[in-house]
């Protein structure tokens, strides 16, 4: 069985970091495209939770040796070397669209908790005037959160919104601008400290290796 | 205000966010995933304890220094 990490570019060397059940990784090459992979003798018996933490620390690694990283989501497994071909054959423009996409750039999660209400405290409305206050407040709070995005936004490659109900977005940031957008985001902290801002990453493009999947 | 700072709760957040991203988002190759949504749901849920719980502690960190 072949597990799949990640996608990459101009890969320096091999992390030293060991895949899922501590499996050495390889660069597998298919028409210029690489993959890291790891091979195991039989599908996983352990933690999954411990397994997706083993990924996508092989992911991060990967991170520090090459300036394009597509991460492939946990999970993805393949029989053997023809089953994964066949797959990445049907893919290969896909991920090397990705690939240039993603060049040189981190990808920084943003979640503002607070922004929006939870849909659940909506369905659970009683009468209109408890409706209209919370529809306001929502969009209040949307509004204030639109704010931080467009500043970040404006830094970044491409971003991406959740669809969920509290902000949460994902920007596709050039590694030289990372410490302007953790700035804009502390100061917008700063300047609303009824709301929880929490910042993550820098992370691999997680959420910009969409084409390659379609 | 709250921003990530290297203590044990945010590495916490951080462990579940990298969870979170490794199982929702990032490439699909095939249909065949491994996990199930419950899993994945739990991860979210998680996510959301700890970042009203790092809400909390910077709140009680702020009221400390004053």
């Not at chain 1, 369905?123 to 970040?152: C, F, K, T, V």
Request: overall charge negative; some cysteine; hydrophobic content about 45%.
């Amino acid at each position: 069985m072949i597990r799949v990490y990640a996608f990459v570019a101009e890969l320096e060397r091999l992390p030293d970091t060991r895949g899922v059940d501590e499996r050495p990784l390889e660069e597998h090459v298919l028409e210029e495209i690489s993959a890291v992979i790891s091979r195991h003798a039989a599908p996983a018996t352990g933690d999954p939770r411990a397994d997706a933490v083993a990924h996508g620390l092989v992911v991060e690694a990967l991170m520090a040796l090459a300036p394009a990283v597509v991460p492939v989501r946990f999970g993805q497994t393949f029989a053997d070397d023809a089953a994964l071909a066949a797959v990445l054959r049907e893919r290969l423009d896909g991920i090397r669209r990705a690939l240039q996409r993603v060049h040189g750039c981190v990808e920084i999660g943003v979640r503002v908790a607070g922004a929006t209400l939870p849909r659940s405290t909506i369905a659970a409305s009683r009468g209109i005037d408890y409706m209209q206050e919370r529809l306001a407040r929502l969009a209040e709070h949307d509004a204030i959160a639109h704010d931080l995005h467009e500043r970040l936004d404006e830094l970044a490659r491409a971003s991406i919104q959740s669809p969920r109900g509290e902000f949460e977005a994902g920007y596709l940031l050039e590694r030289d601008r990372i410490d302007a957008a953790q700035d804009a985001v502390r100061r917008f902290a700063a300047t609303h400290p009824a709301l929880t801002v929490v910042s993550t990453g820098p992370w691999a493009p997680y959420s910009f290796g969409g084409e390659a999947a379609s | 205000m709250s921003i990530l700072e290297p203590t044990p709760l945010h590495e916490q957040v951080t462990l579940v966010e990298l969870v979170d991203r490794v199982l929702n988002k990032g490439v699909v190759l095939t249909g065949d995933i491994m996990l199930s949504v419950a899993d994945v749901d739990l991860v979210y849920v998680g996510l959301r304890v700890l970042l009203a719980s790092v809400g909390t502690l910077d709140r009680l960190q702020a009221e400390d220094a004053a």
